[in-house]
């Protein structure tokens, strides 16, 4: 099988985009969908969607780099409306393995690459 590539354009990897699953108090779905990435640090992060988050909900946000992928969990703790458009939400991680540890210190190491080139 031919394995070159075979795209007109080379594409870049989006370290910005992520799928969120938000729990209640009973860990019932509540919502899901797409956000995108504003910061990210080793204690959270901060969500922009289109819908706002309510406070103290549990987030589950899966996040991929290359081949690896990490669902972390962290509750929301504060919201405000993004410079842009949509909602901004801070989400702390509460739960976090040393497996999911290293593959957002990735995910860090290559989000500040993507924004400070």
Do not use: W
């Amino acid at each position: 099988m031919d394995e070159r590539e075979r795209r007109e354009s080379t594409r870049k990897d989006s370290l910005n985009f992520l799928d969120y699953v938000v729990l209640d108090q009973d860990g019932l779905v509540v919502d899901q969908g797409m956000g995108r990435t504003r910061n990210v640090s080793e204690k959270g992060l901060l969500l922009q969607t289109h819908v706002p988050l309510e406070d103290y909900h549990t987030v589950l946000i899966t996040l991929g780099l290359e081949d690896e992928v990490v669902e972390l969990k962290g509750t929301v703790v504060h919201e405000e409306f993004c410079p842009d458009e949509g909602i901004c939400s801070g989400i702390e991680f509460t739960q976090i393995n040393d497996s999911e540890r290293a593959v957002l210190q990735k995910y860090l190491k290559a989000f500040k690459a993507v924004q400070n080139p």
